[in-house]
């Protein structure tokens, strides 16, 4: 027998934090296996809208590392696409590429 709530709690930190997973895409992998939607809001509350952007941001950071050299057109489509695979929203990952572009 399986908690689901601690089992969505788990998979939500774990999820997050080692691979940058943002909470919409961490919400679809506990529906797709079977966690009902108040463990999911539960899980989900661990993160915040802050602990996500601060994700992001060190995501498109490495993105754009790894594609120094390209048009900055390419960068920037390469890492908002990269984000948009994690999950996260396109005011997010906006935001993060041009706050990280804005460091370089």
């Known amino acids: 027998m399986i908690d689901d709530a601690a089992y969505a709690a788990r998979l939500a930190r774990t999820r997050f934090a080692e691979k940058g997973a943002a909470r919409r895409a961490i919400a679809d992998e506990l529906r797709r296996k079977g966690v009902g939607e108040a463990h999911i809001r539960a899980a989900l509350e ?30 920037r489509r390469r890492a908002l696409a990269a984000l948009g695979r994690k999950g996260y929203s396109a005011g997010v990952a906006a935001r993060a590429v041009e706050q990280a572009l804005a460091e370089e």
């Open 46 to 75: 661990q993160i915040d809208g802050e602990d996500e952007a601060c994700a992001a941001l060190v995501l498109a950071r490495k993105r754009l590392a790894v594609s120094r050299g390209l048009e900055p057109a390419v960068r």
